[in-house]
């Protein structure tokens, strides 16, 4: 119940393509959705994070779609650019849980 | 404003050594979670301190231990190190407990037990 699952596992994407990245929960009592970016070598960065009181938050090129119904969420990139490669990693948590439970991970990979 | 810092940023141990990572956490932010993540996998939950306390842990053994200092650094202690433990340490920093907020993570120290 604790699972969040992430698909696709890498993703391969022309230079402005659009990017989508899904994920589903199960844990109803999640209340916090973040998007981290990861470099290799690198920690985990926050890109853009969503609550379930709206179905969508757009950060720039960035669009997090919720869906409270179905238990999923996911990251729309738009304009899809090389410097956009990394592994993007869903998360999900909530104020009565210590932790963020992260997927597994989506690799992408935009080509000019 | 100073980001989340940790070291070392690589280490070499053997199995059955010790070791200590440390972290400083983002001015402001009281705390400090511990993750690991193994290659290829996502980040996986050990401890979170708050105000010095443990304020929750993931499945990982009791050798797995931490600590936090009262301008809320903190360390991540493992005993008896195993070859399953190398991987990327990660310290998350964040303005209050709980796991609903922000959490600013580190660099890493990548730990490599032989």
């Known amino acids: 119940q604790q699972q969040v699952k992430q698909s696709p596992q890498s993703l391969i994407v022309q230079k402005g393509g659009i990017s989508i990245i899904n994920c589903a929960y199960e844990?109803?009592?999640?209340?916090?959705f973040p998007w981290y970016q990861q470099f290799p070598g690198k920690g985990p960065a926050l890109l853009i994070a969503i609550r379930p009181d709206v179905s969508e938050k757009k950060e720039g090129r960035f669009t997090i779609s919720f869906n409270k119904s179905a238990k999923q969420f996911s990251l729309h990139i738009m304009d899809s650019q090389p410097g956009d490669s990394a592994t993007y990693f869903c998360?999900?948590?909530?104020?009565?849980?210590?932790?963020?439970?992260f997927g597994t991970g989506t690799r992408l990979q935009v080509f000019p | 404003e100073t980001g989340v810092t940790q070291s070392p940023t690589h280490l070499i141990k053997t199995r059955g050594q010790q070791v200590t990572l440390r972290c400083s956490s983002q001015?402001?932010?009281?705390?400090v979670s511990w993750y690991q993540q193994a290659l290829g996998q996502g980040p996986q939950f050990i401890f979170q301190?708050?105000?010095?306390?443990?304020?929750g842990r993931g499945n990982f053994p009791p050798r797995f231990s931490g600590l936090q200092f009262p301008n809320y650094s903190s360390e991540l202690n493992v005993n008896a190190l195993e070859l399953d433990d190398s991987a990327l340490y990660l310290c998350a920093s964040s303005p209050r407990q709980g796991a609903d907020n922000e959490q600013f993570f580190g660099p890493g120290t990548r730990l490599t037990v032989l």
């Open positions: 844990n109803t009592a999640f209340d916090y």
């Open positions: 998360a999900a948590g909530s104020y009565n849980t210590d932790k963020l439970i």
């Open positions: 001015s402001g932010h009281n705390t």
């Open positions: 301190y708050y105000r010095e306390e443990e304020n």
